[in-house]
Each structure stands twice: as structure tokens, then as C-alpha cells.
Nanobody
Framework: QVQLVESGGGLVQAGGSLRLSCAAS????????MGWFRQAPGKERQFVAA????????YYADSVKGRFAISRDNAKNTVYLQMNSLKPEDTALYYC?????????????????WGQGTLVTVSS
């Protein structure tokens, strides 16, 4: 079992940057592929980025490609989401998630464990 805790959200002006962190408990973190999803008010949860167990493969939604970067440090049981050139439409609650079943998946239902989320607000 894995417990996930996100941090790093906040209020930022358009064009700014934030780095989200997701700390995982458990000794098997390095076995899991990880993902970041987001959910804006009144909208469905959407895929943002994913990374395989080793960090050697990364995947991005078209809307964030070139602006966001996902990475992980297995020694620290942590996955990161570096967000640059933020836009008001990036405003959402950001969740990290873990899966053993489908590395790189964009499908929320294939992730087994979820954090509580961290709020990112981008002002124009």
C-alpha cells in the first residue's frame, strides 16, 4: 500500500512557476509508475503527466507539453511536477497517483492510490 501527500500548491501570477511535490510512504515506491492529474471546478479530472518506475520515460498532456516537467527521486520517495509559464487555465486541484498496472497511463481509473490534492491558482 502507498500513501501519497502532495504539497507546493499556491497562488501565482500568469507566467510564473511552481513546483509540486508528492511524498510517498512505503518501501515499494520505486515499483510504482506515478501520475499527476488535475481537476478544475465543475470539470472532470484530467491527465497532466506521468512517469515510469525508473524515471526513464515521461508522458504529458498536450496542454502542458513544453511547460511542465515530471520527475522522481526514488531515494526520497518523491515525485515532482515543475510547472512553468503558468496560465489561468492551469488553475485546478492537482493530484498525484500511483499505479502498478499501467505505466504512463492517462486513464485515472488505472491508478490505484491517490493523494488528497494541492490547489494551484493562477491569476491573470
Amino acid at each position: 500500500q502507498v500513501q501519497l501527500v502532495e504539497s507546493g500548491g499556491g497562488l501565482v501570477q500568469a507566467g510564473g512557476s511552481l513546483r509540486l511535490s508528492c511524498a510517498a510512504s512505503g518501501r515499494t515506491f520505486s515499483s510504482y509508475a506515478m501520475g499527476w492529474f488535475r481537476q478544475a471546478p465543475g470539470k472532470e479530472r484530467q491527465f497532466v503527466a506521468a512517469i515510469n518506475w525508473s524515471g526513464g520515460s515521461t508522458y504529458y498532456a498536450d496542454s502542458v507539453k513544453g511547460r511542465f516537467a515530471i520527475s522522481r527521486d526514488n531515494a526520497k520517495n518523491t515525485v515532482y511536477l515543475q510547472m512553468n509559464s503558468l496560465k489561468p487555465e492551469d488553475t485546478a486541484l492537482y493530484y498525484c497517483a500511483a499505479t502498478l498496472r499501467a505505466p504512463g497511463s492517462k486513464v485515472a481509473g488505472l491508478y490505484d492510490y491517490w493523494g488528497q490534492g494541492t490547489l494551484v491558482t493562477v491569476s491573470s
